[in-house]
């Protein structure tokens, strides 16, 4: 991102959300702009006094978006900066106008009132996740390991990540793999699909097993530039130790002092393993709520300050041991599955 400005102006502040099809939805603001400006590639320029753009690009590429907001009626006074965007799903480069970049089948949807949906994979195809959605993460952050003292090696393998079947597969396995004893996958939509509010719902068949950590989640855009905790994070689904069928949700966030906190409802489900359930999120400027089938077992209030009034991507994985399982994996674990029927995000 690259900025200017003339004197005595307040700071821009724009943020880039990723939709379907190669839709983008700028929103910028800046106290006491009068209107703003936004151009793009092809050299299409527009101006409104909202702040918000929706602008749809054709093709895959990388892109430069052009935002002002200006101060005064002769534009005088302004405030610039240029945003760097890669489209991966634009209409002209997929298979389907409905597919989001895969060779996937929707289903029929019932809308929801007062909702548009902005983002889905439904899992109806056989291949490996589709790479216009999902990053395979394989790179331990944590001087060749990954956090919460996890003891599985995540890969890109078909043996750990596959969609079949009408359904997703990450499938956590036993097994020697440069120096772990467990492999398995964890998926993100980073700088692929990112969002800030709305609904989100999450159909999945958890992992059997004690020693497993399965998890559907979220975290700020910026980790890349502030780190964790102060990206802020919102867990939708964790399953770890204790009770089976005890799911949790849960944020974290930074405190005084640079550590981090974090608020966790929970409630007990029948059959986690063995049938689907639904986990919904309902996100909005200044609450999160957390759902299970339909009934609400957390909520939290977002104040001023909190990082999470800014886009967020969406995670999956199973890690195998972890802090969350006191460590405890069952020694007769041989492989299990989270099965994900869909993803749906609404705004």
């Not at 969609?163 to 440069?178: M, Q, T």
């Not at 799911?247 to 002092?257: E, M, Q, T």
């Not at 967020?312 to 399982?325: D, K, P, R, S, W």
Request: glycine share 8%; net charge negative; aromatic share 14%.
């Amino acid at each position: 991102m690259i900025g200017c400005s003339s004197d005595s102006v307040s700071k821009l502040d724009v943020q880039v959300l990723k939709g379907l099809n190669g839709l983008v939805t700028i929103t910028a603001s800046a106290d006491g702009a009068l209107n703003y400006r936004f151009s793009f590639n092809d050299n299409a320029v527009d101006e409104n006094t909202s702040g918000r753009y929706d602008y749809t690009y054709a093709n895959n590429g990388s892109y430069t978006i052009g935002v002002w907001a200006f101060f005064d009626s002769q534009n005088n006074r302004y405030t610039y900066q240029t945003i760097e965007v890669v489209i991966t799903n634009a209409l002209n480069n997929t298979l389907d106008s409905s597919t989001n970049g895969c060779n996937d089948i929707y289903e029929g949807v019932e809308p929801i009132p007062g909702y548009t949906l902005v983002w889905r994979d439904e899992f109806n195809y056989s291949s490996t996740p589709c790479s216009s959605n999902w990053n395979l993460e394989t790179i331990p952050p944590n001087n060749g390991n990954w956090w919460n003292n996890e003891q599985q090696y995540y890969t890109d393998r078909r043996e750990n990540s596959i969609v079949e079947d009408g359904v997703l597969k990450i499938i956590a396995k036993k097994e020697n793999y440069k120096g772990k004893n467990y492999t398995s996958a964890r998926m993100t939509t980073q700088n692929l699909f990112e969002f800030r509010y709305g609904k989100v719902e999450i159909r999945a068949k958890l992992p059997e097993g004690q020693g497993t950590w399965p998890a559907l989640w979220f975290l700020g855009s910026n980790i890349d530039v502030v780190d964790w905790p102060r990206c802020g994070e919102i867990d939708l689904m964790e399953h770890g130790d204790g009770e089976p069928g005890l799911v949790s949700s849960a944020v974290h966030l930074p405190n005084s002092d640079g550590e981090h906190y974090f608020l966790r409802g929970e409630q007990l489900i029948q059959n986690e393993a063995s049938e689907f359930h639904l986990y919904e999120m309902y996100w909005t400027a200044s609450k999160i709520e957390f759902y299970v089938d339909s009934n609400k077992h957390h909520d939290f209030t977002i104040t001023a300050g909190m990082p999470f009034n800014q886009p967020f991507f969406i995670l999956l994985n199973v890690a195998m041991g972890g802090t969350f399982t006191s460590n405890n994996i069952d020694p007769n674990f041989v492989s299990s599955a989270m099965e994900i029927d869909y993803i749906r995000v609404y705004q």
